[in-house]
């Protein structure tokens, strides 16, 4: 089997920005806004954090660098959803995608 290139357009997930599907809190079917989750800022008190900044501290860069060729090439996606009618939101976990985009009506 020959190795297919796949082109820009073809490594874009587009995905609706309004989806119909089950709310927990209203406990049925309903439309709902999809948004991406954003990504926030680390707690700095967390133990794992003060860990991480203590053996940081006095290096330029990581401790240990990362091994060459093992990074992903994809991302995980997280998707929020918020109900119209009750207004509460619930997030889906993410899938891997080269590039996400949310578009009016999918194809």
Avoid at 30 to 46: G, M
Avoid at 54 to 83: A, W
Wanted: positive net charge; charged residues 45%; glycine residues 4%.
């Amino acid at each position: 089997m020959k190795n297919l290139k796949l082109k820009d357009r073809d490594r874009i997930m587009k995905f609706p920005k309004t989806i119909r599907t089950y709310c927990p809190y209203c406990k049925k079917h309903t439309e709902h806004k999809v948004e991406l989750v954003k990504k926030r800022p680390r707690r700095t008190l967390a133990i794992g954090q003060r860990r991480f900044l203590r053996k940081m501290k006095g290096y330029g860069s990581f401790p240990k660098e990362n091994p060459k060729d093992r990074e992903k090439s994809t991302k995980k996606v997280n998707i929020k959803l918020t109900c119209k009618e009750c207004k509460k939101a619930h997030s889906i976990e993410g899938w891997r995608v080269k590039k996400f985009e949310l578009v009016e009506k999918a194809k």
